[in-house]
Nanobody
């Protein structure tokens, strides 16, 4: 079955950087678009970034120019490099394989001074 394990979250000051990682297994990774979502308590989960099987990327407006999604098909990994972090980026971040409906446990990102 699809398994997704996120890591790399933590506490960082505004303006800082973090790199999130997602280890995927149980499916043919290279055949799926991959996405990063985030969720704040009491709000709906929102799409942050996506990467297609061919490497095309997309971002929500609020993170464009600051976040970069990438993938390594040889390692079944997807990454989210987050720079110039803001307090409003605080959330639990999840990765997802498009169309699978499977979610990992998420990784907490807290941006605070």
């Amino acid at each position: 079955q699809v398994q997704l394990v996120e890591s790399g979250g933590g506490l960082v000051q505004p303006g800082g950087s973090l790199r999130l990682s997602c280890a995927a297994s149980g499916f043919t990774f290279s055949s799926y678009a991959m996405r990063w979502y985030r969720q704040v308590p009491g709000k709906e989960r929102e799409l942050v970034a996506s990467i297609s099987t061919s490497g095309s990327t997309g971002y929500r407006d609020s993170v464009k120019g600051r976040f970069t999604i990438s993938r390594d098909n040889a390692k079944n990994m997807v990454y989210l490099q987050m720079n110039s972090l803001k307090p409003e980026d605080t959330a639990v971040y999840y990765c997802n394989a498009a169309g699978t409906g499977s979610w990992g446990q998420g990784t907490q990102v807290t941006v605070s001074s």
